[in-house]
């Protein structure tokens, strides 16, 4: 077998069948987490919750299954074109209709991957080696990239698939600008061809989906949800109560603290697994001078030795069983197990040592400490709030004092990807299982179309090198040798604190049968009643 032909079997699958599937009762599902959907727009914003609305409403050419796994969605197969590595050949599925009664064509996707492209898209990282997208037909779509790009089709399982007619109609051809509050007809209206459609929407209040009556997956899918009522219920203590109350019949983040609470419940469920997502302290190491500190004139978190001091200050044990109840793995490395690239010796994790690390501060000049801004959400990770209060106290001990600040995810965001945040928690995963995804949004310097979620600054010409050399490399062992390189520079450097990978638990109702999907985003057309 050669290389390139190991990489696509190792990466991307491209068949696969579905056995009859019957329809036992069709019913609503009263669905709640903690946080909304951050705009309808589908390239607008590359963020979990907003995937997981918008899987049910648009679908991609390859759309991750409920292990996720890569399945057919509106493309039936894909190759590389015989005699051309560089293009890749989509064979686009027939009779496909968006939920307006338009007719999916190549045209809608070569739309779709170039308004993906643009300026004000979220999502232009994981298609920046596509060099043009062509409609040979009707149903075939051909992908050119800057080279040989054998995971190509591992990116494109959130890239999804708009109308052109309808955009045209509707002025959104280009992607709304989230960061700048631009309010378009995307944002709040959708136009899809996935087995819900959008039937109202009040941001932060509810959202609501019927099934689709033209769903070109009937007979494929379980299909045994109708209506979708959507509620984010920010407050841990009320989600709780909905459920065990019975107002919501199913919540994708059950609090750890309740977890007892729940499996106890007549009539109610946990199933957890393993979220492939880890959440981490970014720090603003590459700025001559903070924003959010009080040394005046230098950057402190620029000293290697003060980031370490942090690292070692940051007891991720105390983490996973005081704030976590157990509910975590800490980790040494921004990427979980399911990644490409992950290695038993990149995720270990230094055993908290404050005493080495007021030793760190001192040598670094900064044994007196110093006060510094942490930004966090509020509303988007498990016990994100509680996990920057910990850590404040703990970086406190080394004489780095923290002014958290914790807000709605919508308002945190926003400051990470302007570059307004010094020390920030965020959360990462990595839907295409490979490494160069997180090194595109995270490691990569900040260029038009690469580096846009690093807020470390960290910014190195020949790393950044390296990272483009992935899109184009078919040797499986060269590869992976050059993303062992970069991964060794990213843990020298101590671009990023990693803390935990979290662990994921869905409370619902026990007639419901849903197995909890490793990237947290349920697929409600795979859902069953029992």
């Known amino acids: 077998m050669s290389k390139i032909s190991k990489l696509i079997g190792t990466l991307v699958s491209t068949t696969v069948l579905f056995g009859a599937v019957s329809v036992s009762s069709a019913e609503t599902l009263r669905w709640a987490r903690a946080g909304d959907s951050l705009t309808l727009d589908p390239h607008s914003q590359n963020e979990g919750p907003t995937h997981a609305l918008a899987q049910q409403i648009y679908e991609p050419l390859i759309s991750p299954d409920m292990e996720a796994k890569p399945i057919p969605a509106l493309a039936t197969e894909w190759a590389v074109k015989e005699g051309n590595p560089n293009v890749w050949v989509f064979k686009l599925r027939e009779g496909v209709k968006f939920h307006g009664g338009e007719d999916l064509t190549a045209e809608d996707v070569v739309f779709s991957f170039e308004r993906a492209k643009l300026e004000s898209s979220d999502m232009k990282e994981l298609i920046v080696t596509i060099k043009s997208v062509t409609a040979v037909d009707d149903f075939t779509v051909e992908i050119e990239t800057d080279g040989p790009n054998p995971i190509l089709p591992n ?65 494929q899918f379980p299909l045994e949800v109708t209506e979708i009522v959507y509620t984010p219920i920010q407050n841990a203590a009320t989600r709780v109560a909905a459920l065990l109350s019975g107002e919501v019949d199913l919540i994708q983040d059950v609090p750890v603290q309740d977890l007892g609470r729940v499996q106890a419940a007549d009539g109610l469920i946990v199933n957890n697994a393993p979220q492939n997502r880890t959440i981490f302290f970014g720090i603003n190491s590459g700025d001559t001078d903070l924003k959010n500190d009080n040394v005046e004139g230098k950057n402190p978190f620029a000293d290697l030795k003060v980031r370490q001091a942090m690292s070692l200050a940051l007891d991720r044990d105390a983490i996973k069983q005081v704030v976590m109840r157990g509910q975590s793995a800490p980790t040494g490395v921004i990427i979980p197990p399911f990644v490409n690239g992950w290695t038993e010796a990149l995720d270990a994790y230094p ?180």
Request: glycine content about 8%; overall charge negative; some cysteine.
């Open 155 to 219: 990116n494109l399982t959130n890239l999804f698939i708009m109308d052109k007619g309808w955009a045209e109609a509707n002025n959104v051809t280009k992607p709304a600008e989230f960061d700048d509050g631009e309010e378009t007809y995307a944002v709040r209206n959708a136009n899809g061809t996935g087995a819900f459609m959008l039937e109202s929407r009040e941001p932060d209040v509810k959202t609501v989906l019927k099934a689709n009556p033209n769903y070109w997956g009937k007979g």
């Open 351 to 530: 055993k908290a040592d404050i005493d080495a690390a007021k030793k760190l501060m001192d040598e670094a000049g900064y044994g007196g400490g110093f006060e510094i801004t942490m930004n966090c959400p509020n509303d988007r990770y498990v016990n994100d709030e509680a996990i920057c209060q910990a850590a404040a106290g703990m970086f406190g001990k080394i004489g780095i004092k923290t002014n958290l600040v914790a807000q709605t995810k919508a308002n945190h965001f926003p400051l990470i990807s302007q570059k307004e945040t010094d020390l920030y928690l965020l959360g990462w995963g990595v839907p295409t299982f490979d490494s160069e995804y997180v090194f595109n949004f995270l490691v990569h310097s900040t260029t038009d179309d690469r580096g846009s979620w690093n807020g470390s600054r960290f910014n190195n010409a020949d790393i950044d090198a390296k990272i483009q050399s992935l899109g184009s490399e078919v040797d499986l062992d060269k590869r992976n040798a050059t993303i062992a390189e970069i991964w060794k520079v990213v843990q020298d450097e101590q671009i990023y604190l990693p803390i935990h990978n979290q662990v994921l638990n869905w409370g619902m109702k026990s007639n419901i049968d849903f197995p909890v999907q490793p990237e947290d985003q349920p697929h409600f057309k795979f859902l069953k009643f029992n």
